[in-house]
């Protein structure tokens, strides 16, 4: 009896040693496999972090910056107040057929001193592209009326556009809008501590995000009814997609069938600042082509003459026009202008598109 059991354990024992084997390579062999794919999973994970080039944003980043653009330049302006822009002389000279002369020009004598050089100034550029209006496309541009001009002048910052208007031409009236509340208020206390009571009736200025709100209900701009709208490295500040919604906004404003007109200066693909950006390639500056992010989170576009012009003139939206597109072009013509350093024998290789634009 006890040889029996005996050796009904030892078979017991067999059959446990047996079965514990077995399973134990199946698990060895499945971690084992667990173990090699968890280490290419993360061989897989550190080579695609590497690739990627990281000087390109990530989605979530480039909404987050036209999510806080108006807090980004609201930022600026606190920053800077307003002392980071020049009043913008130099209208009469580029547009002198929307402009005032200034007194200053009705007479020999030189520049005055206070009027600082204009790093844009086309006098002294080489104009190395140019596109103008076609047979096809061109509509009868009309004189301005002489006096009681309307102006409309957007993402005025503090004003630097409106204040020349305002002194050169005494019967000008400039609706001016920036979505930064803090250039307002510096504008705002600019015109209360420089003009008269009378002058100060003349400028109008407003807070308005011109990608999503109405300027004509915002500043109670009359619609249909501008004579001249500014956009000086304005459109460049927003993002590819919005850029249409701003100029369907101007469209909305501007004097009809060939009265009205759109003045645009703006940023070239190929500028210095653009080639800055290139050749730093830091971390997620760039939130497309063409389309950068600065160090302060304030967005910038460059654009092309053809880019530009199709913006405009590529057709319109809105129920008002049956897809008629809003704007025909007057002159589009990209600028390069290289300023030398005398002092640490540097240069800086300016690129910058002009263009207007007559309203249909």
Known sequence: MSRVTSDCVCVCVCVCVCVCVYWGSIWFWREAERTTSRESNESQMSQSFYARDKFQASKFWVEKYEQEASKNWDRFYKTHKGNFFNDREWFYREFPECFRKPEWRETEEPMPEHIEVD??????????????????????????????????????????????????????????????????????????????????????????????????????VPKNAVDVCTCVFVLSALSPETVKNAIENIANALKRNGQGRCLVRDYAVGDLAEVRFENARRDGQKLGDHFYVRSDRTRSIFFSNEGLVEDFCGGGGGDDNDNKKHFSLIECTKFARIIKNRKDETEMRRRWVQSSFVRN
């Open 119 to 220: 790093e844009f100034d086309t006098t002294t550029a080489e104009p190395s592209e140019v596109m103008k209006s076609t047979t096809k496309d061109e509509v009868e541009v009309k004189p301005l009326p002489e006096e009681n001009r309307v102006y409309l002048e957007l993402g005025c910052g503090v004003g630097n556009s409106a204040f020349p208007i305002i002194k050169n031409d005494p019967t000008a009236v400039v609706y001016c809008c920036d979505y930064s509340a803090n250039a307002i208020e510096v504008l705002r206390k600019r015109k209360e501590e420089t003009l008269s009571k009378e002058d100060q009736l003349r400028i109008r200025e407003f807070v308005c995000d011109i990608t999503k709100e109405d300027v004509c209900e915002k500043g109670a």
